[in-house]
């Protein structure tokens, strides 16, 4: 079992609609977790932390932690075209200090 | 601005030379890393750093190596001993290593290698 699993899409969404991302992880001990936007040959850029279960709203972006199924989730609302790039999850995975990504799940929002 | 700052953007290099890469930051950062990434693929952590003087070995450090004489820099040398070095190499920072709430990542604009 890969310690932070996604799919790889692509996930193909119209424009308006809401785009669900998933990530699954398998240490049981990971405190943080976050999500990255990467756009095609550029690097990542952060999109949202989240450190408790529930969701964590952040304009049209929500973050979604079950830490007892051990799955986190990233919604966006009203998606756009230029919301269409590679979504990473990363978890805090063994020693302290190192973060796991997935390997991206690829978001096309079509007009 | 503040921010993570790499060099070159695109590199070339042939077959059996050493490249360096430079990553600098002036965010105030105690913790600094390096990732590859390959076509298609998520982010492999190389070295990391949590303090100045200090570097430890994440998954993929065979071939590569740094060092961490100041805070604001962290420069990564892809040795010829690296068997496939053509990449997309990011750097990272956070405000401290592996601490809740204090250690999210953040990254540079990346350097392209390709070796000839």
């Known amino acids: 079992q890969k310690e932070v699993e996604q799919n790889s899409g692509p996930l193909s969404v119209p424009e308006g609609a809401i785009a669900s991302l998933n990530c699954t992880y398998s240490d049981r001990g990971s405190q943080s977790f976050f999500w990255y936007r990467q756009y095609s040959g550029k690097s990542p850029e952060l999109i949202m932390s989240i450190y408790s279960n529930g969701d964590k709203e952040d304009g049209r972006f929500t973050a979604q932690l079950n830490k007892a199924s051990q799955y986190v989730s990233l919604l966006i609302r009203d998606s756009q075209p230029s919301d269409s790039a590679t979504y990473l999850c990363a978890v805090p995975t063994g020693t302290a200090s190192k973060l796991t990504f997935g390997t991206g799940t690829r978001l096309q929002v079509t007009l | 601005d503040g921010g993570i700052t790499q060099s070159p953007k695109y590199l070339f290099r042939k077959e059996g030379q050493n490249v360096t890469l430079s990553c600098e930051q002036n965010?105030?950062?105690?913790?600094m890393y390096w990732y590859r990434q390959d076509p298609g693929q998520g982010l492999r952590l190389i070295y990391y750093s949590q303090i100045v003087n200090d570097f430890q070995k994440g998954d993929i450090a065979e071939g590569y190596s740094v060092s961490r004489e100041k805070k604001e820099s962290f420069p990564l040398t892809v040795t010829s001993a690296q068997k496939n070095p053509t990449a997309f190499y990011l750097c990272?920072?956070?405000?401290?290593?592996?601490?809740?709430?204090?250690?999210?990542?953040?990254f540079g604009p990346g350097t392209r290698l390709t070796v000839l």
């Open positions: 990272a920072s956070s405000i401290v290593a592996g601490s809740y709430h204090t250690d999210t990542q953040y």
């Open positions: 965010l105030n950062h105690d913790a």
